[in-house]
């Protein structure tokens, strides 16, 4: 599958962002996002069955960040308010297997497919 990221960019602390990730060849099950900090390893942030609309949140990010899909689009939505500093990162659209992404840890090698990535600075 082609994952094809969008939406980065600079935002103050306390702001928000939308990020974007359009799929597009074969069939998704899961779609993520992960991101990766400067001198850190990449590390998940949430996930999204595709089919049932369930999704799987990092406790960093919960009850900030939001993930959505439009299936007519084939198109996630990473939806972040209230970003702090420490959401600096590349952010990373995934796809790979429901039972892979559905688990309490998620290490970036259950990932199967990986788009491009897009650069989230957040000032302070």
């Known amino acids: 599958v082609q994952l094809q990221a969008s939406g980065g960019g600079l935002v103050q602390a306390g702001g928000s962002l939308r990020l974007s990730c359009a799929a597009s060849?074969?069939?998704?099950?899961?779609v993520g996002w992960f991101r990766q900090a400067p001198g850190k390893e990449r590390e998940f942030v949430l996930a999204i069955n595709w089919s049932t609309g369930s999704t799987n949140y990092a406790d960093s990010v919960k009850g900030r960040f939001t993930i959505s899909r439009d299936i007519l689009k084939n198109t996630v939505y990473l939806q972040m308010n209230n970003l702090k500093p420490e959401d600096t990162a590349v952010y990373y659209c995934?796809?790979?297997?429901?039972?892979?992404?559905?688990?309490?840890?998620?290490?970036?090698?259950?990932?199967?497919?990986w788009g491009q990535g897009t650069l989230v600075t957040v000032s302070s």
């Open positions: 995934a796809a790979g297997q429901i039972s892979r992404f559905f688990q309490r840890v998620v290490p970036a090698t259950y990932v199967a497919d």
């Open positions: 060849g074969r069939t998704v099950s899961a």
